[in-house]
């Protein structure tokens, strides 16, 4: 695909400029603009001025401007946004169901626009940075681009395609105006009941350090060495997170949040290589992981964060907090501020409500004034924050590119999707060469799942959670395959019924949509609807394609026999017709498992490299044709 050259679109600056020096502070209304409010900014603020330097910039804030650049807090916080003024704070974010009403793409940049007007009114006029948990595309947004989850990209084995996406997905992010995506998940999974399993590229640190960074380059578009000086102001990068460090893959049962119980030793070559390519990469920003260490929770935990990821490994960018993760530390949330600050925290996600905001900055500052955070450790953070507001432009460029904004969901944008689609799938079995699907005879299509969105998105999709249902526009696997052969041609059931008079039955199963701990399972089986619909379909004969929409390996058992042929899409996103794409043989598949794949649960967890290694289907598994 030819891309826009960025550097021929208009400045943010270009479309509000002007407007928003004008602005009196006045409630633009909420079906516009998501209920924010817009605030007399000086004009040559509004219109972009040189980034300053960090070091006078330091040297002239207060230490409640700096503690404020060291906060981030919830849309959902806020009412109408004033409180980014008065709180001065460094940063919001739109946590996975905090979303603007109408959920649509001029709602979100007018949102946008509105809170940084805010933080352009300070004194100092610091401009905020919007983060945004746009892990396969803008998944927040309807109408975005809705990429593979992470477990079906590690299976292109490609940094080019997981780049490409993760351009894609930054050109929408920054046409809503946003500046910051909480992702890549650079997590290697170890057992896959862990509900984030999806998140990770795969079990093997590989992976993650090659597509992790892979993940970093598309999102920032960095020019230059890392440091950046001359780079042309590209209104399209973002700032990337890798997270979450460190470990949060190897919890012991695969429990989200939990314990990973292993050495130092181990810790630093199953976990550490994905941090060590994302910092040669640029990245931006890492996220702490909510899990512990060996019992030691990792928001506490100085010797990995201040030792090895900003001295050993280099990093100069700035470490955040997870979702009020340091609430969960210890009864004694002084305590917990103090801990997690000195462990190397620079910015602290507190994100609702708006008391606990203003109680963390109050805590913060008494730990100052008392000497329990020396005013170096509060420097370093804010210098740290500063560097890579004036690194991605915000100075120059505050407000929301409108020209991006009308790429999201394009066409064009979709083609990458679809191309990464198909290249995510795996053929785990084929037998008597029932796939690609011939061009003549009658196919039945079955389940639910194949004609339902919001399966096919998984978790992290206009919602947290994700649900079922026509959540966003795109197209499912129901709608790409009756493309691809024709309506009369091809049938659809959502229980099998009429599927003897096919010639070949395709049934797509799998999971329902979840996200984090609520995807936590111990037994990874398929549910009794979708066992019923294998069972119907096995009666009438027909050759059955099995084909599985989930975010991780799942026990077959005697189906995996039953069915001629079995295909592993994972979580494909809004693009279903990349796998009609494979299934037709419009696309050769060259997808390999990015994880081992079970027998039994009794297997589990089981990784490439375990002395005792008997899985159903090998890492790196996947046929062709």
Not at 8 to 18: D, E, K, N, Y
Not at 368 to 378: D, F, K, N
Not at 412 to 435: E, Q, T
Request: overall charge neutral; charged content about 25%; proline content about 5%.
């Amino acid at each position: 695909m030819t891309k826009p050259d960025s550097r021929s679109l208009p400045s943010r600056r270009t479309f509000l400029g002007v407007a928003a020096a004008t602005l009196a502070p006045a409630c633009v209304h909420p079906g516009s603009s998501g209920g924010a409010v817009r605030a007399k900014v000086p004009a040559d603020r509004a219109a972009g001025t040189p980034a300053p330097d960090v070091e006078t910039l330091l040297g002239q804030m207060t230490l409640d401007e700096k503690i404020g650049q060291m906060t981030q807090i919830d849309k959902n916080a806020l009412h109408g946004g004033r409180e980014v003024h008065d709180l001065m704070v460094g940063s919001v974010l739109s946590g996975a169901d905090s979303l603007p009403h109408p959920n649509a793409a001029d709602t979100w940049a007018e949102m946008y626009d509105g809170y940084q007007s805010q933080a352009l009114s300070t004194r100092l006029g610091i401009p905020m940075i919007y983060g945004v948990d746009a892990v396969h595309g803008h998944g927040g947004l309807k109408g975005s681009t809705i990429f593979p989850h992470h477990i079906g990209l590690g299976c292109t084995r490609s940094p080019e395609t997981v780049q490409a996406a993760a351009r894609v997905t930054a050109r929408e992010v920054a046409g809503t105006g946003i500046d910051w995506t909480f992702a890549p998940c650079i997590a290697v999974v170890r057992d896959e009941r862990w509900g984030r399993t999806y998140e990770g590229y795969g079990e093997t640190p590989e992976l993650a350090a090659s597509l992790g960074a892979a993940a970093v380059r598309g999102f920032q578009n960095d020019v230059g060495d890392g440091v950046h000086p001359g780079a042309t102001v590209d209104t399209s990068r973002i700032m990337a997170c890798a997270k979450h460090f460190l470990g949060d893959g190897g919890t012991f049962g695969g429990k989200d949040q939990g314990d990973t119980r292993v050495s130092e030793e181990e810790l630093r070559r199953l976990h550490l290589p994905g941090y060590i390519a994302a910092v040669k990469a640029g990245t931006a920003t890492v996220m702490v992981s909510y899990s512990h260490w060996n019992g030691e929770p990792m928001h506490g935990n100085r010797h990995l964060i201040t030792e090895v990821l900003k001295g050993e490994l280099g990093f100069t960018g700035f470490v955040v907090s997870d979702w009020a993760a340091i609430d969960k530390m210890s009864p004694d949330y002084t305590q917990d501020i103090e801990r997690s600050i000195n462990a190397g925290i620079d910015m602290m996600m507190v994100p609702t409500p708006v008391d606990r905001c203003k109680e963390f900055q109050v805590k913060l500052k008494a730990l100052v004034e008392s000497g329990r955070v020396t005013p170096a450790r509060i420097d370093d953070a804010v210098r740290r924050i500063l560097t890579q507001k004036k690194r991605f432009g915000l100075w120059e460029r505050p407000f929301t590119d409108r020209a991006l904004t009308a790429e999201i969901g394009s066409p064009a944008h979709r083609a990458v999707a679809r191309d990464a689609v198909a290249k995510s799938l795996v053929v785990l079995k084929n037998d008597g060469g029932v796939l690609p699907l011939t061009r003549s005879g009658r196919i039945h299509l079955a389940g639910f799942r194949a004609d339902d969105m919001g399966v096919q998105c998984g978790g992290w999709s206009t919602a947290w959670r994700g649900h079922r249902g026509a959540i966003t526009p795109g197209t499912t696997i129901r709608q790409g395959l009756t493309e691809a052969v024709g309506a009369g041609r091809l049938d659809f059931s959502k229980d099998g019924a009429g599927a003897e008079r096919a010639d070949v039955v395709v049934a797509v199963v799998g999971e329902d949509p979840y996200a984090e701990g609520g995807g936590d399972r111990a037994d990874l089986a398929l549910n009794k609807e979708d066992r019923a619909l294998i069972e119907t379909v096995k009666r009438t004969g027909k050759p059955m394609v099995v084909v599985l929409i989930s975010g991780r390996p799942l026990i077959l058992g005697d189906i995996v026999d039953s069915a001629k042929a079995v295909v592993a899409a994972w979580l494909p996103g809004t693009e279903g017709a990349g796998v009609a794409d494979v299934l037709t043989g419009a696309v050769k598949p060259t997808g390999k498992l990015s994880c081992t794949w079970p027998r039994a649960m009794a297997d589990v967890p089981i990784n490439v490299g375990d002395a005792k290694y008997d899985p159903l289907f090998p890492y790196d598994h996947g046929l062709s044709w």
